[in-house]
Every structure is written in structure tokens, then in C-alpha cells.
């Protein structure tokens, strides 16, 4: 995939940080005897790559989406695991700050987070509310001077790392929908613990853990956008965030069987096929999003089929290297557990199904068909204009 206007060093920077970091460590990643995220971080820091959608005047790259979807896409061709845990890092933990946050907020959070001294996390998913984010039951109660959250976070990536987490919780009492309201946590503060990291069935070296709070008492300078606005600030972070999944699930570069075989000869023209399909997409969802047009329909699209085609690819790839490929730590049977978490998270494919043909739905004048339609400034030109207004929820 090809970066944006400018985008061309931070691309070459991204392809040396994959080899000379990421690739000698690849393999422990995947076993979970990597290194601590926090590390790779600073590593992405030292190198340029932390703070790529994060403007200038706080230190980042100021880099179109483009861009970024070209980086992660290389960073994954290295170590999937490593891919993630930055590409959550770099869009739904950084683009709410950037886009929704107060001048303060930016500047507390944004120049340690494009340094990789932060690393960040977006704390969604709950136990009993995964794909139908609307039913979360993490409570922000108002307390004198601001709020008091409780509840649990589950299946969180970077936990236990992160030193800022974007918190989406219910300021009302409704079981479901209601007023939603996001809120920055810093790590360290009291009642917050994380969990260990969980054993996964692939990407065994980006850390994906439970985030409790239990008390957790935040002044009301720590809330991300007006009252009630958190559901449509993590939604429209979710459109983000699938763009940089669908990257990453176009990393595979299909080259085939060591040996001749006319049926693996087809299987490799298909894959190939599909590979380049999945980054066109991609690519104009990144553009989309660059250009600030209404993302979600795109951004579902991208992450749905570049994320089959990963899986596609993957599963070829141990048919055409058996019976090798049946060990745990061959590259294939790593890559086949890795892309399967690309169809899982970021909203599974099943739910990117119903957004995708809500969105189709409502473009036609279909009645009761209200897809969640974000009205947002490009990222990287957000400087310090006033968050978009909250958007009805799908």
C-alpha cells in the first residue's frame, strides 16, 4: 500500500524498524516471551513511528491516514503482534485525544504518547457487552468535583502497559443506550488495576488483559468530550481503528509452495488477487477518512474483507506447507492463529455484515435504517477546533 503526500519517509522508517526490531524478536513475540510493550513503544518513539497521527505542535508526525495504514501494514509483515498493539496506540487510543480532547487534555497526553514514553488503550468491551457496546455497564457517577467509576473492562489491549486509557462508561441508569460518556484514566491512579496478560490463541505478544475500576474517582477535567457524547466518540474511533485491522490483515504477500503444483499455481493467482484487492480498499477508506468524508460504511467494508482474506490466505498457506505447518511455531500456523483475531476484534465480521448493510439501507431511505454516520475533521488538522457533535448511535 502506497503512503500519502509526504508519507514516503515515515514509510522507509516503518520498513527499518520492522527489520532491524521487530523481525529478530517475531517468533518469541508469538510464543509470549516477548518483550513489554512499553518497550516497543519506546522503540516506535526513538524511531519516529508513535506519534504518527498526532500534530506537529504536539510533537507528532501530523501524518494522513494514508500513511498510517502503509506503516501498519509493514510493521505487520514483520510481527503481527507488535503490528497491534501500536495500531491501537496510534488510532483509537490517540485520535479521541486529538480530536475530542481540550487544549490541556492534548497537552498532558499527546507529546509523551508521540515520544512512546505513553502508551495508550481504549477500554470498550465488558464482559456482557462485546459487540452490542451500547448494553456496557461500567458506571461514572457524579461526585462532588467530578466522578466516581466503577466496573470491568474485558479483552482490553495494552493493559497493563498503558499509562492513558480512553474509558467509555454509562453516566445514566438505562440498561442500555443512554447517556455514554468517555473519560482519559491514567495509570497509577487509584482504584484502576490491570490483569495478567491473557494466554490467547494467536498474537501471543501484544498483551490483551482485564481492567478493572473499582472506586475510581476522576475530576471532571478527566472527561473526554460533553456528557453523554462517549458512545459516538468510540464509535467513530472504531472507524479509525478498522482501518488500521484491514491494514494489517493486508500484510500477507502470497509467493506460493516452494514446489510446482498446478492447484496451489490457482490457489496463489486467487490469494494474490484477493491481497490486492483488500489494500485498494483499504486504501480509499484511508482516504476517505482523510478527506473527513462519513467513514463507517468504507472502514466496516475494508476491515471485512481484508480480514477474510487474511484468514483465506492464512489457511493456505498451512495447507500448502503441510505437514510442517502443524507445529506451533511454524510462520504459517502463526500467521493462521494471528489473522483470526483481524475477524474478531474492532467489532467482529459478522456485526461489519449489519453496518455495512444498515448503512446501504439508510442511503436508500429505508425505514428505521440509522446507521452511525460520525461528522469528524480529518485527523492530524484537528488542532484546536471544537469536537464534532454527538451523532445517533447504530
Known sequence: MAAGPDGEALVAAAERFAAEVLAPRAAARAAGAGEDPRELARAAGRAGLAGLGIPPAYGGAGADRRTLAAVIERLARACASAAVLLDVHLSVAVDPIVVWGTPAQRQRCLPPMAAGEWLGAFALTEPGSGSDAAALRTRARPVP?????DGTKLFITNAGAAQVHIVIARTDDAPRGGAITAFLVEAGTPGLRAGPPMPKLGLGGSWTAELTLEGVELPASARLGPEG???GIAMAALDIG????AAQAGAPDPRGPGAPDDLATADLGEMATRVAAARALTAVAAATADQGQ????IASMAKLFATDTAMA???AAVDWCAPDSARQDHPAAI???DAKATQIYEGTNQVQRLVIARALRAAAGAPGAAPYNPSRPAVGGAGDREPPAAAEGA
Open 145 to 149: 468535583g467530578g466522578y466516581r467509576l
Open 242 to 245: 478498522r482501518i488500521g485491522i
Open 294 to 297: 462519513p467513514l463507517t460504511r
Open 229 to 231: 457524547a462517549g458512545f
Open 335 to 337: 500467521r493462521f492463529r
Open 313 to 315: 490466505v492464512a489457511a
